[in-house]
């Protein structure tokens, strides 16, 4: 699997490149800048993208800019951002655009391994990967539709919107897919929203309307 990197902290973006090397992803180039990111992302078109939300010159915003422009070039461009604090603009505008997977974590997740690699692969797969903190500060806004969900509820909302599959939700809630399947129905009607067997659009949809 083909990534570019984007990440302007020397010594965490070789770590990066060992982390994923191991992992038999194939670094194609790891740039420090977004002017660079957006050109190497343009040149490779990888299978996916993982790149910090900012980067030089102006340590602001540049690589998420550098993905969004990517993505409008080349639609569908898989990219993971990661950031070191929870950004809930960043996180909405990279969900608004729905073709291709996209993931937001934070960047304390690379040192759990284990999950850091599989947000890329779902993210590659075209699935949805957000960091539990992301969601979190989601739903403690509480706009007034969250207020109609059950306690339950709100912790399989939770669930689908860092991309859990319905199978993953019950494992992790101890119950069956079938109450999975009937809490995310019930979630759908009380958000106002279609119901849809793609996992990835269920998801981003639920993301846009709590962020919006």
């Given at each position: 699997?083909?990534?570019?990197?984007?990440?302007?902290?020397?010594?965490?973006?070789?770590?990066?490149?060992?982390?994923?090397?191991?992992?038999?992803?194939?670094?194609?180039?790891?740039?420090?800048?977004?002017?660079?990111?957006?050109?190497?992302?343009?040149?490779?078109?990888?299978?996916?993208?993982?790149?910090?939300?900012?980067?030089?010159p102006t340590?602001?915003?540049?690589?998420?800019?550098?993905?969004?422009?990517?993505?409008?070039?080349?639609?569908?461009?898989?990219?993971?951002?990661?950031?070191?604090?929870?950004?809930?603009?960043?996180?909405?505008?990279?969900?608004?655009?729905?073709?291709g997977g996209?993931?937001?974590?934070?960047?304390?997740?690379?040192?759990?391994?284990?999950?850091?690699?599989?947000?890329?692969?779902?993210?590659?797969?075209?699935?949805?990967?957000?960091?539990?903190?992301?969601?979190?500060?989601?739903?403690?806004?509480?706009?007034?539709?969250?207020?109609?969900?059950?306690?339950?509820?709100?912790?399989?909302?939770?669930?689908?919107?860092?991309?859990?599959?319905?199978?993953?939700?019950?494992?992790?809630?101890?119950?069956?897919?079938?109450?999975?399947?009937?809490?995310?129905?019930?979630?759908?009607?009380?958000?106002?929203?279609?119901?849809?067997?793609?996992?990835?659009?269920?998801?981003?949809?639920?993301?846009?309307?709590?962020?919006?």
């Amino acid at each position: 699997m083909r990534v570019v990197l984007g990440e302007d902290l020397v010594l965490l973006r070789e770590g990066l490149i060992r982390l994923l090397t191991a992992y038999d992803f194939e670094v194609v180039e790891a740039v420090d800048n977004g002017p660079s990111l957006l050109r190497a992302l343009v040149t490779h078109r990888p299978d996916v993208a993982v790149v910090d939300v900012r980067m030089p010159p102006t340590f602001t915003d540049e690589g998420l800019r550098a993905a969004i422009e990517a993505r409008r070039q080349l639609p569908g461009l898989p990219v993971l951002v990661l950031s070191q604090y929870v950004e809930q603009l960043y996180a909405r505008e990279l969900m608004s655009d729905r073709n291709g997977g996209v993931g937001y974590l934070l960047k304390d997740r690379v040192s759990q391994v284990s999950q850091f690699v599989e947000a890329i692969r779902r993210v590659a797969g075209g699935g949805t990967a957000m960091d539990p903190e992301v969601i979190s500060q989601l739903l403690a806004t509480k706009p007034e539709p969250l207020e109609r969900l059950t306690p339950r509820e709100r912790e399989v909302l939770g669930l689908m919107a860092e991309g859990r599959s319905n199978a993953a939700i019950a494992g992790r809630l101890f119950i069956s897919e079938n109450a999975v399947g009937k809490h995310t129905n019930n979630i759908f009607s009380k958000l106002g929203l279609p119901p849809s067997e793609d996992d990835n659009r269920r998801v981003r949809a639920v993301i846009a309307y709590l962020d919006a």
